[in-house]
Nanobody
Framework: QVQLVESGGGLVQAGGSLRLSCAASGRIGSSYSMAYTTMAWFRQAPGKEREFVGA????????DYADSVKGRFTISRDNAKSTVYLQMNSLKPEDTAVYYCAAGRPGWPSRTVQEYEYWGQGAQVTVSS
């Protein structure tokens, strides 16, 4: 079993900040398994398709971001906790969406939903204007 548990969503005013966390457990959560894993964040707004936000290649801590969030969002990871974070600054109303954590062992960079095997339950982020 593989589990990804997200936390940290909520309501914030435009220009504010939020941090999402995603803790991995199970087969993909051991320190050995994480070495070969990419963890990513996607988001889905009402009526829209799920879109890539950013990803981190666990072993090398290399990151990749969508142009829409570059310079505002930062992905980091805590190896000891098998946890990935999404720090979101300068939030805009258009960032409002359900944010999903994903994990897998795709190539790099990996920006499509199909490339990720495991998904979290989603965390609502609402940015008011």
């Amino acid at each position: 079993q593989v589990q990804l548990v997200e936390s940290g969503g909520g309501l914030v005013q435009a220009g504010g900040s939020l941090r999402l966390s995603c803790a991995a457990s199970g087969r993909i959560g051991s320190s050995y398994s994480m070495a070969y894993t990419t963890m990513a964040w996607f988001r889905q707004a009402p009526g829209k398709e799920r879109e890539f936000v950013g990803a981190i290649r666990w072993s090398f801590s290399v990151t990749d971001y969508a142009d829409s969030v570059k310079g505002r969002f930062t992905i980091s990871r805590d190896n000891a906790k098998s946890t990935v974070y999404l720090q979101m600054n300068s939030l805009k109303p258009e960032d409002t969406a359900v944010y999903y954590c994903a994990a897998g062992r795709p190539g790099w960079p990996s920006r499509t939903v199909q490339e990720y095997e495991y998904w979290g339950q989603g965390a609502q982020v609402t940015v008011s204007s």
